[in-house]
């Protein structure tokens, strides 16, 4: 299961205990934010992409939506996910849990600057009910991000 691995990832750094696992399902923004009572902007959603078949994971903030001219002037390509059967396979999570820890390797982690409004967000920790508070700053060092990116729109 995909949450053992995380806490295994964490307890390299004394924060496995920090993981909240939740009765209800945070398998979405939405989900997430009733679950922890908290903005669902303030959930750190991770996607799965596929650029020239390498994959990537960006991280964004729950109100942020990707922009598709954005994302294809950074990449380079245009926005492709990694279809759903292949999400755990390909990133190590399967979707309604994936973040970007624990991951497999070869995938490239991305923040987007979308996450920079907050002090602390909530990504979720590799199933459909866990989650984690981390600062800005432990998410940059838990993460191990390539790099802050822009290739999202926020709600107006």
């Not at 995909?2 to 750094?13: A, G, L, P, T």
């Not at 993981?19 to 669902?40: F, Q, Y």
């Not at 990707?66 to 759903?84: G, L, R, S, V």
Request: net charge neutral.
């Amino acid at each position: 299961m995909s949450i053992e691995k995380v806490k295994e990832y964490f307890k390299q750094f004394n924060m496995d205990s920090k993981i909240i696992e939740l009765e209800l399902s945070s398998a979405t923004v939405e989900l997430a934010a009733k679950a922890l009572n908290c903005e669902g902007k303030r959930i750190a959603k991770t996607l799965s992409f596929l650029v020239d078949e390498k994959p990537i994971l960006i991280v964004t903030a729950g109100d942020a939506k990707i922009d598709n001219h954005k994302y294809k002037t950074f990449f380079k390509a245009k926005a492709k996910m990694i279809p759903f059967d292949d999400v755990e396979r390909i990133t190590g999570h399967a979707v309604g849990g994936v973040c970007p820890f624990g991951i497999n390797k070869g995938v490239d982690v991305y923040l987007d600057d979308s996450l920079k409004r907050f002090t602390t967000v909530f990504p979720a920790c590799g199933s459909a009910n866990s989650a984690i508070e981390l600062s800005i700053g432990e998410l940059e060092k838990y993460s191990e991000y390539k790099n802050w990116i822009d290739v999202c729109k926020l709600p107006e």
